[in-house]
């Protein structure tokens, strides 16, 4: 009997499309037996995932960049693993690698899917497994490709990015520092706010939590906001667009506020700011970048590497744990980005 026959496969599939904030009675607990890899492909075990705001977007019916979890489908989730068996000479036994494994402790991994770049080797060197899912992954790569192709930031510009303290805000704010702009951050509490500036070096950071934001804003942009990097959209994008300076470019990234939303999504009440300042929103979407990863990775690395950047991840550890480890990411609970670590 092969050694993979006495492994289980622990998982957790989509139940039911949630209503609002998704709830463990919604998730599917199965197990399955592991199987070897058929020729060409490799079986990967899970070391960690990456929860991200938009696993709550494909957990809805509809349209979107991406199709949405079928109900009973292993829930998707980017990750990191280990190869311990294949039959592709491009992968041994022992590498460490990026993948899309979804919620559950092994994936077999096929040679079409390989063919289509679903399978990636990580240089450990360059960074941890962790700072693979963070600065070095999915959320470093939106940052980068967001702040630079849609922002374009100019040295001595105001940068403004919400969601400072989480996993794509720390990576935007850092690397417009890098550029040479003013760096403001927005973030929930005072904690993540002396956080993202005494330790990342933003020169600002306001509490949306302590109220007032407009005149906080005032007081720590008072050339105007020429970048708004949004993760977070609804109450605080609209107040950010009074603040706009001439020509300013407003990066789409995310709208967390209003992902677990009941009624429909706000919109900006102050769009006609674009108007009087000729100034621009765009949105981005990282998958769009996939062919530029390997440049964005090398540089961040390098900031990583001299001490200019720091990827701080916020590691929690049990796969059954999911179905609130998630919601860490919707009450503001993550402080960096949010690993679900499997022992
Ligand atoms: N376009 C793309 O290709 C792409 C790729 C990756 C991520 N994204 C988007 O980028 C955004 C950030 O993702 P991330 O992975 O970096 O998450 P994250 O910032 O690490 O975690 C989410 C954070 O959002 C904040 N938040 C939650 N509810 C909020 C609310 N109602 N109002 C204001 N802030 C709220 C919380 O921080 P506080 O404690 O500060 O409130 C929470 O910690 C998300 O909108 C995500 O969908 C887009």
Redesign the pocket.
Not at 281 to 301: K, Q
């Given at each position: 009997m092969s050694t993979l026959a006495a492994l289980t496969n622990h998982q957790i599939r989509l139940k039911a499309r949630p209503n609002g904030l998704p709830t463990r009675d919604g998730w599917d607990f199965t197990t399955e037996p592991v199987n070897e890899p058929a020729e060409g492909g490799v079986l990967v075990k899970t070391l960690a995932i990456?929860l991200?705001?938009?696993m709550r977007?494909w957990m809805n019916e509809g349209k979107s960049?991406i199709p949405p979890v079928a109900i009973g489908e292993v829930m998707r989730a980017g990750g990191i693993g280990e190869v311990i068996a294949s039959k592709n000479d491009a992968f041994k036994v022992g590498d460490v690698v990026s993948c899309t494994p979804g919620v559950q402790e092994y994936i077999l991994i096929p040679a079409d899917q390989i063919k289509r770049n679903g399978l990636f080797k990580i240089d450990t060197r360059l960074g941890t497994p962790t700072q693979w899912l963070n600065v070095l992954g999915?959320?470093g790569m939106?940052a980068y490709f967001?702040l630079l192709d849609v922002g374009m930031p100019q040295p001595g510009e105001t940068v403004v990015v919400?969601?400072?303290?989480?996993?794509?805000?720390?990576t935007v704010g850092q690397l417009a520092k890098i550029k040479g702009c003013r760096v403001v951050g927005?973030?929930?509490?005072p904690k993540?706010c002396e956080w993202v500036v005494k330790e990342l070096g933003f020169d600002a950071c306001i509490d949306?939590?302590a109220g007032d934001l407009k005149s906080a804003l005032r007081d720590a942009c008072p050339k105007g906001v020429d970048v708004y990097f949004d993760?977070?959209?609804?109450?605080?994008l609209d107040t950010v667009m009074t603040r706009l300076a001439r020509k300013a470019r407003i990066v789409?990234?995310?709208?967390?506020?209003?992902?677990n939303n009941t009624t429909p999504v706000k919109g900006p009440a102050n769009y006609l700011s674009l108007l009087v300042n000729r100034a621009r929103m765009e949105?981005?979407?990282?998958?769009d970048y996939t062919d530029r990863f390997p440049i964005a990775v090398a540089e961040l690395a390098g900031y990583l590497k001299d001490g200019r950047m720091k990827s701080k991840e916020?590691v929690v550890v049990g796969l059954n744990t999911f179905p609130e480890t998630l919601l860490?990411?919707?009450?503001?609970?993550?402080?960096?980005?949010?690993v679900l670590q499997f022992a």
């Amino acid at each position: 009997m092969s050694t993979l026959a006495a492994l289980t496969n622990h998982q957790i599939r989509l139940k039911a499309r949630p209503n609002g904030l998704p709830t463990r009675d919604g998730w599917d607990f199965t197990t399955e037996p592991v199987n070897e890899p058929a020729e060409g492909g490799v079986l990967v075990k899970t070391l960690a995932i990456s929860l991200d705001p938009a696993m709550r977007g494909w957990m809805n019916e509809g349209k979107s960049y991406i199709p949405p979890v079928a109900i009973g489908e292993v829930m998707r989730a980017g990750g990191i693993g280990e190869v311990i068996a294949s039959k592709n000479d491009a992968f041994k036994v022992g590498d460490v690698v990026s993948c899309t494994p979804g919620v559950q402790e092994y994936i077999l991994i096929p040679a079409d899917q390989i063919k289509r770049n679903g399978l990636f080797k990580i240089d450990t060197r360059l960074g941890t497994p962790t700072q693979w899912l963070n600065v070095l992954g999915m959320p470093g790569m939106t940052a980068y490709f967001g702040l630079l192709d849609v922002g374009m930031p100019q040295p001595g510009e105001t940068v403004v990015v919400s969601g400072a303290a989480g996993a794509v805000g720390q990576t935007v704010g850092q690397l417009a520092k890098i550029k040479g702009c003013r760096v403001v951050g927005i973030a929930g509490g005072p904690k993540k706010c002396e956080w993202v500036v005494k330790e990342l070096g933003f020169d600002a950071c306001i509490d949306y939590k302590a109220g007032d934001l407009k005149s906080a804003l005032r007081d720590a942009c008072p050339k105007g906001v020429d970048v708004y990097f949004d993760n977070v959209g609804g109450d605080i994008l609209d107040t950010v667009m009074t603040r706009l300076a001439r020509k300013a470019r407003i990066v789409i990234c995310g709208a967390i506020s209003q992902y677990n939303n009941t009624t429909p999504v706000k919109g900006p009440a102050n769009y006609l700011s674009l108007l009087v300042n000729r100034a621009r929103m765009e949105g981005m979407v990282v998958f769009d970048y996939t062919d530029r990863f390997p440049i964005a990775v090398a540089e961040l690395a390098g900031y990583l590497k001299d001490g200019r950047m720091k990827s701080k991840e916020d590691v929690v550890v049990g796969l059954n744990t999911f179905p609130e480890t998630l919601l860490k990411l919707f009450n503001g609970e993550n402080f960096g980005k949010l690993v679900l670590q499997f022992a």
